[in-house]
């Protein structure tokens, strides 16, 4: 398959497509809107099968052989932020606090992206590990904790705000969801799943579809800020999570993943947070303006990665595997 079957096959998924249909609901200004309780069930459903099937997948593949990739995955959410603050502050000349909360954002991650990712990989028939969501448990905080002590430092400003901050990127809904999830999943292994495989692994797919349809609503509410954002960010949300999602690629390849988990891996660290971290940073960084970070995590690098950066993470990460290995 070309990159550009790879593609056009993405594009043409159902999930991919009802993410579109809900886009184009919002465009056309439909009173179509998920009840909010039904939005959280939702997402607690998916947080909590990705965190339980990647802890039966740790059981399975033993501690050993997950440490290396998750040590990988937290460097690089650390490290993101470090390089998007420096080009967020002196190219697109933003205020420390804008500059911190976007780095906070892109150096986050999408449990979203992440979903749409293994979707992808299992259309095109592309194994993976499947301790791979461990990842997306570990890499949601740091690189919260990094951008806000980013901003104090740039603000000379009080760390009296660090701890809310610090308990939200670490026992906040998302990560504590994920992390209490991994650990009950390797705790009862291949004969808990096998328990409740009828909640969480048949009705996956279907529930992800769903979900994005609610994302694609709300991504074309956003398209109105994008306005605020301007030509810098515009191309910061599409170049960035090329270059963030490079390396990823070169991080998995290094950590010994295959292709399909190199690609998860690159997927995460091009993705943006718009769930854990714009909670932690209206907390730690009440002065940065949320319309900035959203447009840009959710309005613009979102969907480039769901329509267009699969398939071009996955051709990257089997370059990186054939510059390794050749």
């Known amino acids: 398959m070309t990159l550009t079957d790879a593609i056009a096959a993405n594009l043409l998924s159902p999930p991919i497509l009802f993410f579109a249909l809900g886009i184009i609901a919002a465009l056309v200004k439909s009173d179509l809107k998920f009840p909010e309780a039904f939005y959280s069930a939702l997402t607690i459903y ?30 690089l959410s650390a490290l993101i932020p470090l390089w998007c603050f420096a080009v967020l502050r002196k190219p ?48 949601e905080s740091p690189a919260i904790v990094v951008a806000v002590i980013l901003s104090k430092a740039g603000t000379k400003a009080s760390f009296q705000s660090l701890k809310p901050a610090l308990h939200d990127a670490f026992l906040g809904r998302s990560v504590l969801l994920l992390v209490g999830a991994l650990i009950v999943g390797w705790i009862s292994g291949p004969p808990g799943l096998k328990s409740v495989e009828g909640l969480f692994v048949t009705p996956f797919f279907g529930v992800i579809a769903l979900f994005l349809l609610e994302m694609g609503t709300v991504t074309g509410r956003r398209l109105g800020d994008l306005r605020k954002a301007g030509p810098f960010l515009l191309a910061f949300g599409i170049v960035a999570p090329l270059i963030n999602g490079s390396l990823g690629a070169l991080a998995g390849t290094a950590a010994g993943l295959s292709i399909g988990g190199t690609m998860l891996l690159a997927t995460l660290s091009a993705s943006a947070s718009y769930i854990a971290a714009p909670a932690a940073m209206r907390m730690a960084i009440p002065e940065a303006r949320p319309a900035l970070s959203l447009a840009t995590a959710l309005g613009i690098t979102f969907p480039f990665n769901i329509a267009l950066g699969l398939p071009l993470y996955l051709a990257i990460s089997k370059w990186c595997h054939l510059l390794f290995h050749s």
């Not at 998916?46 to 099937?53: D, R, V």
């Not at 259309?123 to 997306?136: D, I, R, T």
């Open 92 to 139: 697109g000349k933003l205020p420390v606090p804008d500059a911190a909360s976007i780095a906070a954002h892109f150096g986050s991650v999408s449990a979203v992206t992440f979903i749409t990712a293994v979707n992808y990989l299992k259309s095109a028939g592309v194994p993976y590990e499947g301790f791979s969501s461990a990842f997306l448990a570990v890499m």
């Open 46 to 75: 998916l947080l909590t099968a990705i965190g339980f099937k990647g802890g039966v997948a740790i059981h399975e593949a033993g501690i050993d052989k997950v440490w290396k990739p998750a040590l990988a995955g937290i460097s």
